[in-house]
């Protein structure tokens, strides 16, 4: 819930994490910046004027500013959050910034998300199956409705980390596909286009790097930015699983 506003506007205090990894001489500490607060503040708006006042070696990434390129995802007082879409109004006047655990750091809060999914995507194999010919006259295929529609949930994740940094499972085990990776495969696997039969997808997930390793407290759940229905996917993959492996 949005903090009533006040007339007078409050001093926000800012503890960030920094921490260059390409300079031998940088050690991890926390550095203190102040910043009088505005309406309507995100820490997107925060984080620049820091930068632009303050110390302009300050690294962070944004690209859209409105939770859709999925670039922004820190640790806002110990919780992933996006920071284009954090309101200083939400939070308290001391608010300590992280870099996402799991992910490799470039730099204070900067990190690389783009080589987890990739290996992600490359491990689970997460891209359509199909041995067909390509057909240029052929009619476009129909899909029904709500099943479109579950896909369609599935592709509104936009890729930003905080569900995986979340993930207590994902946090020990490298190898764990996360619950990116999860929500990534149910979208191939509920897709008809896809050919993969139960087998071949119980090969993918029926396992501790799979759903099987999901120790189901559901941080995930509660951390998307974009409220992809994660409790419902895992349950569709275990499902699926059961049934792949009662029927072989
Ligand atoms: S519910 Fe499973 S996938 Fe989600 S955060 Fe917990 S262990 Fe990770
Ligand atoms: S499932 Fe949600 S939290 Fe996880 S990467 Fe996608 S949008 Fe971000
Ligand atoms: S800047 Fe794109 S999601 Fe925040």
Redesign the pocket.
Known sequence: MTRKESTVPRRLRFEIFRYNPEDAESVPHMQTFELDEAPYMSLFIALNQIRETQDPSLQFDFACRSAIC?SC?MLVNGR?ALGCRTLTSDLPELIRLHPLPVFKLIGDLSVDTGTWFREMVENTEAWIHNQQAFDPEAQEGRMDDDLAHAIYEGD?????????ASCGAANVNADFAG??GL?RVARFMMDPRDTRGDGDWFEVVSNSDGVFGCIGMMA?HD????E?P?LEIYAYLRRKALAARFAG
Request: with cysteine; net charge positive.
């Open positions: 999925g995802g992933p509104r994740c936009i890729e930003c980390g905080c569900c995986v619950p990116a929500n995930c951390v998307c930015p974009k992809l994660l």
